[in-house]
């Protein structure tokens, strides 16, 4: 198929992030990079971030729901990891499913149509 790699490219990305956030613990969810800048997300925020944008980005952007809880339960760090590998995993077999017609037909890109 002419778009796998957009869809290596995802796997990738989804391996990405989880493997950054298992290099954390729990201590470090609420940590600031540097401590007193409001602007830059704590470990937790980010992880929250990340997952509720790309349920939205998917679901909106690409009509593709796999979930109605983008986030887990309880605000854990293992936990984290376990929804979001999951959801997303559930997004790239629906990605896999899509054929070339699909990633070429015009769809709405905010103002614009375009082709996903």
């Known amino acids: 198929m002419r778009y796998d790699f957009l869809i290596e490219t995802y796997r990738t ?3 990405k992030v989880a493997s950054v956030w298992a ?3 729990d201590a470090d969810l609420r940590t600031r990079p540097r401590s007193g800048d409001p602007r ?10 990340q997952s509720v944008s790309e ?8 009509g593709i729901t796999v ?3 983008p986030l887990p339960e309880v605000e854990r ?10 959801n997303a995993r559930r997004r790239l ?5 899509k054929h070339d017609d699909w990633w070429e037909e015009d769809v ?7 082709t996903r």
Do not use: P, Q
């Open 55 to 62: 349920d939205l980005w998917f679901r909106n952007m690409l």
């Open 13 to 15: 990305e989804i391996d």
């Open 40 to 49: 830059g997300r704590n470990l937790l925020e980010h992880m929250v971030h």
């Open 23 to 25: 290099m954390c613990d």
């Open 93 to 97: 077999a629906a990605l896999e499913a």
């Open 77 to 86: 760090r293992l936990d984290f990891i376990t929804a979001y590998v999951a």
């Open 108 to 114: 709405g890109f905010f103002e614009v149509r375009r």
């Open 67 to 69: 979930t109605d809880a």
